[in-house]
């Protein structure tokens, strides 16, 4: 059995065994799928309408839509604006907010990324921010390489910072063992507390 996103979850048995056998595979095992599902991003269909709400930096805003010559997006207490030649088109608008978060996005996570860096004495070499399906970040260990999922801009800050230095902290260990986590754990104790929460939101 494989999870390969939010909602699709793989399973691979013989070709020729019953399929009440496979079902009772799946249930027997419904507990541990959904614990797992929990830790995936989960896709949100929009329609790009005003009084839509939007995410981001853990905090709920209204869509306002503005027909404008120039495209721009805005933001105050309670709103994103998007300023737009294309009020109407709803791929358009969608593409204009997508910038707007993936230019806030590099931002923001670079600025933690190189506060990180000073903490830790890790260079990371290449930030990548791109929409993903399955986890919230990854590291390329040999080239420090870090990808960070697009939605994580939509979470909370503390959250950001944990997946964040998870990734990081692949530099020094590339795996998920006892030494992994008591090194994050190291550098922030309430890890646990905000994974939980990244993963609830």
């Given at each position: 059995m494989k999870i390969k996103s939010y909602d699709e979850v793989i399973v691979t048995a013989p070709r020729f065994m019953p399929k009440f056998m496979i079902n009772n595979f799946i249930d027997k095992n419904s507990s541990w799928i959904d614990k797992k599902l929990k830790n995936y991003p989960k896709k949100i269909l929009f329609d790009f309408i005003d009084d839509e709400e939007f995410f981001y930096l853990g905090e709920s805003y209204k869509l306002c839509i503005h027909h404008a010559k120039k495209d721009r997006v805005t933001i105050d207490d309670k709103q994103i604006h998007l300023h737009t030649k294309k009020p109407h088109d709803k791929e358009y608008k969608e593409l204009k907010l997508t910038q707007w978060y993936k230019t806030k996005s590099l931002e923001i996570f670079t600025k933690i990324i190189r506060d990180y860096e000073i903490l830790l004495g890790k260079k990371v070499t290449t930030i990548r921010v791109k929409k993903m399906t399955?986890?919230?970040?990854s590291c390329n260990t040999q080239k420090a390489?870090?990808?960070?999922?697009?939605?994580?801009?939509?979470k909370p800050l503390d959250c950001i910072e944990y997946v964040i230095l998870h990734e990081l902290a692949h530099l020094t260990h590339p795996n998920h063992s006892k030494d992994f986590h008591n090194y994050v754990a190291n550098y922030m104790p309430d890890w646990k507390i905000?994974?939980?929460?990244?993963?609830?939101l």
């Amino acid at each position: 059995m494989k999870i390969k996103s939010y909602d699709e979850v793989i399973v691979t048995a013989p070709r020729f065994m019953p399929k009440f056998m496979i079902n009772n595979f799946i249930d027997k095992n419904s507990s541990w799928i959904d614990k797992k599902l929990k830790n995936y991003p989960k896709k949100i269909l929009f329609d790009f309408i005003d009084d839509e709400e939007f995410f981001y930096l853990g905090e709920s805003y209204k869509l306002c839509i503005h027909h404008a010559k120039k495209d721009r997006v805005t933001i105050d207490d309670k709103q994103i604006h998007l300023h737009t030649k294309k009020p109407h088109d709803k791929e358009y608008k969608e593409l204009k907010l997508t910038q707007w978060y993936k230019t806030k996005s590099l931002e923001i996570f670079t600025k933690i990324i190189r506060d990180y860096e000073i903490l830790l004495g890790k260079k990371v070499t290449t930030i990548r921010v791109k929409k993903m399906t399955t986890r919230w970040g990854s590291c390329n260990t040999q080239k420090a390489y870090i990808n960070l999922n697009l939605e994580l801009i939509k979470k909370p800050l503390d959250c950001i910072e944990y997946v964040i230095l998870h990734e990081l902290a692949h530099l020094t260990h590339p795996n998920h063992s006892k030494d992994f986590h008591n090194y994050v754990a190291n550098y922030m104790p309430d890890w646990k507390i905000r994974r939980k929460r990244l993963t609830a939101l």
